[in-house]
């Protein structure tokens, strides 16, 4: 499944940045989306899922309260609003989904991506 990042930038720390995930060539229906990101020498972490079969969203603890996900059906993109941004939030993020009926949980925490997209960079300055 091919989805495409976009939506980053430079922003100071506490601003805001609303990421975009946009499916091309299928629909998000009944598909586990998560938002994950990679900050320099570090691994690549879950951020948030949301699984769209029942709705049911995970939100890593580092974000909980900052960041929410959410789906417009009709632009067929899940976003992930991301506010108070916090130097630690700078990183590349990935978007990626899975039709396997993962659950929010489960996706984000131990995903299973045969290829990442090139990602949006998402940079806090303090």
């Known amino acids: 499944e091919h989805v495409v990042e976009s939506g980053g930038g430079l922003v100071q720390s506490g601003g805001s940045l609303r990421l975009s995930c946009a499916a091309s060539?299928?629909?998000?229906?009944?598909?586990?989306v998560g938002w994950f990101r990679q900050a320099p020498g570090k691994e690549r972490e879950g951020v948030s899922c949301l699984d769209n079969s029942n709705g049911n969203t995970y939100y890593a603890d580092s974000v909980k309260g900052r960041f929410t996900i959410s789906r417009d059906i009709a632009k067929n993109t899940v976003f992930l609003q991301m506010n108070n941004l916090k130097p630690e939030d700078t990183a590349v993020y990935y978007c990626?989904?899975?039709?396997?009926?993962?659950?929010?949980?489960?996706?984000?925490?131990?995903?299973?991506?045969?290829?990442w997209g090139q990602g949006t960079q998402v940079t806090v300055s303090s």
């Open positions: 060539g299928f629909t998000f229906d009944h598909y586990t």
């Open positions: 990626a989904a899975d039709w396997r009926d993962f659950s929010a949980y489960f996706y984000c925490t131990e995903p299973e991506v045969d290829s």
